[in-house]
């Protein structure tokens, strides 16, 4: 290995581990339960800084394997994007759709206090109250909830009232930043939740460490010590190899290939799980014009993106999110077309067209689809600047800074993609995307009974985004992760869904 690369590698990953060689002792299963394992470490691309455990403003995937492990939500979905009960056991609407009865399970917090329905409303009240430095993510899914109205029936029933009519609640009630926290809870630092996993520290950047919570209302995990590592793409393939992690989320084409055949090691591929796309500020010039955005649609090469930058693993988009999911509406393809982009421009009055494309290496492939996109539109006639960030702060600055940005997203149900990035006030919206006209009709969305009736709708607001919206999808990957063969029943889900990155199922064989 390159000293560089050795250098860099230590340095994310050195301390971490370093620090839980001796819990590991090679995970040895303890003599005290059948498939146990005494440490399990798991390493996730890490983000520095900008790494949290609040769940109710975090949203990198190292986030949320953290919190998924210490938390649980109301609902989650599953690999169909479809919700599932967790800490409630069912859920029924009345007949306009205006209150929700939610019944709960019998679970307990770590500190071994009942989880009531005053948890839940708790939730909700810090979801939808003031807002802090950073927004609650799941503030604009719960929005319509009418807390002065919602009641608690009793410790194990929950009445939500809504403003509006959804009869999608549950999908809303399965959003990021929906996990259930305790009555009172003040200090995210130290956080106590439900779930299968007792917080015991974290260090932004390095290290989370958690451990068994053997009173888990989902049973109990084998593995008595959960390590969550943070790491870069080079540094989580060399670990898996060399055994310092047991499991490596996220993995490249390249690493992928690497471990294809090794023996020690399962490696796993999830279709269609890593959306990349660019995103168009369209609350300023030059893509506050409809007919830039349109013609920005034309101006990458997508073939040529999948090929080079996600090399060849992956499927061209189409600027429509959700490929493969309910509501997913197929609509004619965008492909490079110089020509219309000149018409599309000289339409819109603009000549000389030059803005920034800002970018930093927080995932694979982004720093040369960057160049590439910048290529594919000198073809065109249209300056590119590729201005590259700061890696550890990338995903926050790039929520305000720029004209065009990137980013990478796993699945989501696509009613929360639209509420969480798309709606006005939306606290991910990166595109500043504001449209009476699809605000209205996502608000009509929930208020149709009708799963046909709705999905008609969300083809309607597909089309408008797919003319011009601000978000340009340009590469579906696999989702490449590997674990150490000894294990049974490690994760091997769509990335966001309930499965994915759970580790209270991983048994050794």
């Not at 983000?47 to 949320?64: C, Q, Y």
């Not at 494309?357 to 594919?376: I, K, N, Q, S």
């Not at 702060?393 to 305000?400: I, K, M, Q």
């Amino acid at each position: 290995m390159p000293s560089s690369t050795l250098r860099r590698r230590t340095f994310l990953l050195g301390g971490a581990l370093a620090a839980g060689a001796a819990l590991t002792g090679c995970n040895r299963s303890p003599a005290d339960g059948e498939g146990a394992v005494d440490t399990f470490t798991a390493a996730f691309q890490g983000s520095g800084a900008g790494e949290g455990i609040d769940p109710g403003v975090n949203t990198l995937f190292i986030d949320e394997a953290r919190m998924k492990s210490v938390y649980d939500g109301l609902f989650e979905i599953d690999e169909t994007m479809t919700p599932i009960p967790r800490l409630a056991t069912a859920a029924e609407p009345n007949a306009d759709g205006t209150r929700w009865r939610i019944a709960l399970r019998e679970a307990r917090w770590h500190d071994g206090k009942a989880f009531t329905a005053d948890d839940v409303l708790y939730t909700f009240a810090r979801v939808l109250g003031p807002p802090q430095r950073r927004p609650f993510i799941g503030a604009s899914a719960l929005e319509h909830v009418d807390l002065a109205q919602s009641r608690a029936v009793d410790a194990r029933t929950v009445e939500i009232a809504l403003r509006e009519p959804s009869f999608e609640f549950l999908i809303a009630l399965s959003a990021y930043g929906t996990k259930i926290v305790q009555n009172g809870a003040t200090d995210f630092d130290h956080p106590v939740g439900t779930g299968p996993f007792v917080f015991e520290s974290f260090e932004a950047g390095r290290q989370f460490v958690a451990t068994a919570n053997d009173h888990y209302w989902d049973g109990a995990p084998a593995i008595r010590r959960l390590r969550i590592v943070s790491a870069e793409s080079d540094a989580r393939l060399s670990a898996v190899q060399s055994g310092e992690v047991d499991y490596a989320d996220n993995l490249t084409p390249s690493a992928a290939r690497t471990l294809q055949g090794r023996s020690g090691l399962s490696l796993t591929a999830i279709p269609n799980s890593g959306i990349h796309f660019f995103a168009m500020k369209t609350d300023r010039a030059p893509f506050d014009n409809p007919d830039v955005r349109r013609a920005v649609m034309r101006m990458l090469d997508r073939d040529e993106l999948v090929k080079i930058a996600l090399e060849g693993q992956g499927e061209v988009s189409n600027d429509v999110f959700g490929k493969g999911f309910q509501h997913y509406a197929e609509l004619p393809q965008h492909t490079y077309d110089p020509d219309e982009v000149g018409r599309l421009l000289r339409r819109a009055g603009v000549r000389d067209l030059s803005f920034d494309l800002f970018t930093a290496p927080v995932a694979h492939g982004f720093v040369e689809a960057a160049r590439l996109f910048a290529e594919h539109a000198q073809r065109c006639g249209v300056r590119v600047n590729v201005v590259l960030g700061a890696k550890d702060t990338y995903y926050t600055d790039a929520l305000s800074t720029g004209h065009l940005t990137m980013g990478q997203s796993g699945p989501l149900a696509i009613p929360n993609h639209f509420a969480s990035r798309l709606l006005t006030g939306s606290p991910q919206n990166r595109t500043k995307w504001s449209d009476p006209e699809f605000d209205a009709l996502y608000a009509k969305a929930q208020a149709t009974p009708g799963v046909e009736d709705r999905t008609a709708i969300y083809r309607t607001m597909h089309e408008i985004l797919h003319d011009r919206g601000g978000f340009v999808f340009f590469g579906t990957t696999a989702w490449n992760s590997a674990a150490r063969d000894r294990f049974q029943q490690v994760p091997t889900a769509v990335p966001n869904s309930h499965g994915w990155a759970r580790f209270d199922r991983v048994r050794v064989r």
